[in-house]
């Protein structure tokens, strides 16, 4: 939620919604002083090299010294070779005043190395493991990195490696000797530097007391023609070029109403960056949790260079890169070679993880306000979808229900009985989700805070006392998560025995976890805070959300070790996919969110999450039917679905619009309940391989230029193709059906409502009605669906499925489904049914993935092929040596064969006759 604010209380009565954030609020590149010197190199180059003698071989790696030519402060220099085609590169100081901060708990795990094969010759270093290659050049330092020859990524081509030593503060001390000047020049330049020893923004004040200690570096793509990544930024899915504007920041921040087609920082950070070209796809992740800038050169600021290049002879651009500012740490990047997109994703995925499989409930609708305001609303919510015939699985509770604002605590007036309140949920099959935030009310007779201040819990100014800013409950602090003695406190207090008000059913939303700070510097805690270890808020500001969540996460886990959890978190970094869901934060009910919805979701979700949504409606203001319809229409198609809104906006539950818009909600929500199994299944998947849910589209049709930059449309893994009607006033819209190859052939797709196909590649306008998803399912894939209406998820659990078969141009097509149940993690113990079925010669068979050990009471009640040529006479099912006739009805344009009744965990055969 939010407004920012701290007279928050206030804005109801005035403020202009779609008036947008005061970007002022939030600092340029030129207003923080490590940025604007970072940047400064840009122009003028660095003069980095390796130095002769120094370099060491082993099994996995190399390393060497590195020095500084201007300054002569050395360096050390490592390249690791990890499994699947990844290098790991760390630069740090040999001997620095005191360590660097390197980040910790974002990896999944201590990456495994391999075996490197070493090469010397011409002052150039090969490093050889499989098809990947890394080639070292000395002076200047430079590594190109190859796969299969090809060459993908090269580090500090553009010399703007810029990495400042820890350095003693010398102002006050007398000038050095004449002796030691040269070795001083470079100190006292930075020291001339304003900001670098001590910077205000505002009316804050950052006291620095480490001084400078910047690092930076550029990646260069050499074989691709797009960038994309780095999340969470309101912007397209390709990034855009950084030439005469701010770069793009990385710095979670709590930001009120944001604007749409920024670079602004926003709630999360994810430093993973990939280059796409049609032949060679490769990422680089750049580990650190400081505040971060990324510099992006495309090849539209390219013009003009390669017009001259053409002129004087050489086609040769320069190829797009990326130059990573961050204020403290050290270097530490992985650089993943691909090849293909889906590689890439799955080599980042394979450091950071996944999101484990979530229980199926929280994959259907969730229920939200700010606020629901007392049981007898949430009876009442939860009652009128019922009485409209609508489903919904999921409750939302807001700060609201707390005791003044102390998490932990139920408000006791508006929430008297909140057992009774969640039985009653529980029983119609539903849940309740409360939020429970990192800030806490500075109250004596709080126990939270009591137990923190007399445990010496909290963050602690740079003076040694508890840090104190202004957040929803007033004066409030915000507990040391880096600290794993607070994260057991914290995790301690979800237990049954001490937060006896909820039940092992309640789910938990961490929200302001960025930390939002509604008196701090850029609305967060100021840098100079103290954290467990003695680091400065500075070095892990952008982990301050992550830890929280393992907090929680550990604290749900222990809680009901047999249930898993499910966490929704605002602020994020690199690896909090593995402990819960996000959403894009507080937008705005305007289309243009709405269309964002879709490009953030599908940048979050090759950087890890694809466990991503949008508040349905917009979190601020009050959308108009057809925006509301639109959106849940979208929203019903991003894995997290949760409409949501700010307490000042109208309430907007279906039921208080005209029936016509009712209705359309209604159809969008079966829709979504109708692909669980779907859905449900490619987390699956996602647990298991680290492929993404949802996916652009160049992940499965990477040689089509015309597709790099889409991101008005996406694939649900390889099975949908989703187009959202996202405009206002439209009867039709622009789809793009992408070509495998360059001589534009492409997939058939079938409309999942006609089954009528589109073979052509190519932008094609589509006719849209109102109840109209322009939805199509991929030629040569099998959907398993389930369709019949019940008010929840739960209750479907033993529900028949239907097969939806699209067949493609040699009339064959696969696809798998997963089932247990849905909620435990006796899946862990082989407890699952995963099949893949496969359709080819007129007939439908089974394969088990493993032994199908879960006992599920669900069977199979219905078939749909699309693309026969002929229609059928009638369809023989073979089960166990034992065959049965069907008969085969002609429906639209597809063949529906009723009740073959096969249970979901037997073998069979299903055979088309003619
Ligand atoms: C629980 O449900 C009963 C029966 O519908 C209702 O009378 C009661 O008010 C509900 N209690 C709460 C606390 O929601």
């Known amino acids: ?106 990896l999944k795990a201590q990456p495994k190395t391999v075996t490197i094969r070493v090469q010397e010759s011409d002052g150039e270093l090969t490093v050889t493991s499989g098809h990947s290659k890394a080639v070292i050049h000395g002076d200047p330092f430079r590594i190109d990195f190859y796969e299969n020859d090809v060459h993908v990524v090269s580090v500090n081509a553009k010399n703007w490696l810029y990495f400042e030593h820890l350095r003693q503060k010398t102002q006050e001390q007398a000038l050095p000797d004449s002796g030691e000047q040269q070795q001083n020049v470079e100190v006292l330049e930075t020291l001339d530097e304003p900001g670098s020893w001590e910077e205000n923004f505002k009316s804050h004040h950052d006291s620095k007391p480490y001084g400078p200690e910047a690092v930076a570096l550029d990646f260069s793509f050499p074989a691709a023609e797009v960038l994309f990544g780095i999340p969470e930024h309101a912007d397209s899915f390709a990034l855009k070029s950084t030439s005469g504007t701010d770069p793009y920041r990385l710095y979670n921040l709590d930001v009120f109403e944001y604007i749409v087609d920024s670079k602004m920082a926003l709630y999360g950070s994810v430093p993973v960056l990939y280059g796409h070209g049609p032949q060679r796809t490769a990422g680089v992740y750049w580990q650190n949790a400081a505040e971060t800038w990324v510099d992006i050169y495309t090849a539209e600021t390219n013009v003009v260079s390669s017009l001259v290049n053409f002129v004087s002879g050489s086609r040769k651009s320069t190829p797009p890169a990326a130059h990573f500012i961050s204020e403290s740490g050290i270097v530490d990047a992985f650089i993943m070679l691909g090849p293909q997109p889906m590689d890439v994703f799955q080599q980042y995925t394979a450091l950071t993880g996944t999101h484990d499989l979530p229980q199926l409930f929280s994959l259907a609708y969730h229920q939200s306000r700010w606020n629901y305001n007392d049981e007898r609303d949430v009876t009442t919510v939860s009652a009128k979808y019922d009485e409209f015939n609508m489903p919904m699985d999921t409750m939302w509770l807001d700060i609201e229900y707390t005791d003044g604002k102390r998490y932990f605590t139920w408000d006791k007036f508006k929430f008297p009985e909140p057992l009774t309140m969640i039985k009653n949920l529980t029983e119609l099959g539903r849940h309740l989700v409360v939020i429970i935030d990192p800030h806490i009310k500075r109250d004596n007779s709080y126990f939270f805070h009591s137990d923190c201040t007399e445990k010496g819990y909290y963050v ?10 202004w957040c929803w409950p007033g004066s409030a602090s915000y507990p040391d998560f880096f600290n794993p003695v607070v994260r057991d406190y ?112 599908l940048t979050e979700a090759v950087a890890g999450f694809s466990f991503c949504g949008a508040d349905v409606g917009g979190f601020f203001g009050n959308p108009d039917s057809e925006l509301l319809e639109r959106w849940y229409q979208t929203g019903a198609f991003l894995p997290f679905f949760r409409a949501h809104a700010h307490i000042d906006t109208k309430r907007r539950e279906p039921w208080l619009f005209p029936e016509r818009t009712r209705l359309i909600i209604r159809s969008a929500l079966l829709k979504r309940y109708s ?31 015309e597709a790099f930059a889409i991101d008005s449309q996406l694939l649900v893994q390889q099975r949908l193709l989703v187009r959202p009607v996202m405009q206002q ?7 793009y059906f992408p070509a495998i190859d360059d001589k534009k052939n492409g997939d058939y797709w079938y409309d999942v409502d006609t089954y009528q196909r589109q073979e052509r590649t190519g ?35 033993n529900d028949p499925y239907t097969l939806v078969i699209c067949l493609d141009r040699q009339g064959k097509a696969d ?36 032994k199908p050990k879960y006992k599920s009471d669900a069977w199979i009640e219905r078939i749909v092929i699309a693309g026969l040529n002929r229609v059928p006479s009638s369809a023989t099912i073979t089960v166990n040596g034992v065959a049965q006739q069907l008969e085969v009805e002609q429906r639209d344009a597809a ?8 249970k979901m965990d037997v073998d069979f055969a299903l055979k088309l006759n003619y």
């Open 815 to 850: 696809g798998t489904l997963y089932l247990d149940d849905e909620k435990s993690y006796a899946y862990r113990d082989g407890q699952y049914i995963y099949v893949n079925y496969e359709f080819a010669n007129n007939q439908l068979t089974n394969r088990f993935i493993g």
């Open 1 to 106: 939620m939010r407004c920012a604010v701290f007279f928050c209380l206030l804005i109801g009565g005035w403020i202009n919604y779609g008036s947008g954030v005061d970007p002022t609020n939030f600092k340029t590149c030129e207003q923080s002083s490590f940025c604007r010197r970072s940047r400064k190199v840009q122009s003028s180059g660095s003069k980095y090299s390796l130095i002769s003698g120094t370099l060491n071989t082993y099994s996995d790696s190399v390393t060497a010294d590195l020095l500084n030519k201007e300054n002569h402060h050395q360096f050390t220099f490592k390249l690791e070779a990890l499994v699947g085609g990844t290098f790991r590169l760390q630069i740090d100081e040999k001997t620095p005043l005191r360590p660097r901060y390197r980040v910790e708990h974002a």
């Open 675 to 705: 692909y669980l199994p779907l859905w449900y299944t490619s987390f699956y998947e996602l647990e298991q391989t680290g492929a993404p849910v949802i996916r652009p589209l160049l992940a499965h049709y990477p040689q089509d230029k």
């Open 490 to 601: 914290y995790a301690s207090q979800y237990h049954l025995s001490k937060f006896k008000t909820v039940t092992e059913d309640v789910m938990i939303w961490n929200d302001m976890n960025e930390p939002s700070v509604f008196n701090g510097p850029e609305i967060t805690a100021p840098k100079d805070l103290i954290h467990y270890g003695n680091w400065e808020h500075r070095d892990v500001h952008n982990l301050y959300g992550h830890m929280h969540l393992m907090g929680t996460f550990d604290g749900l886990q222990k809680r009901d070790p047999n249930q898993r959890p499910f966490i929704l978190t605002r602020a994020h970094f690199a690896g909090s996919q593995r402990y819960a869901a996000i959403w894009t934060g507080d937008n705005l009910a305007d289309w243009s969110h709405l269309q964002h919805s879709i490009k953030m979701c």
């Open 763 to 797: 932008s094609e306008s589509i006719p849209v009605t109102e109840y109209k998803i322009p939805v199509w399912q991929r030629g040569g894939s099998i959907v398993p669906k389930k369709e019949r209406l019940r008010r929840s998820s739960a209750l479907m659990l």
């Open 895 to 902: 063949v529906y064969i009723r009740k073959p009744s096969i």
């Open 729 to 735: 006033g439209v009867s039709k819209v622009d789809v």
């Open 460 to 469: 602690k100014t740079r003076e040694g006392n508890d840090y104190e800013g």
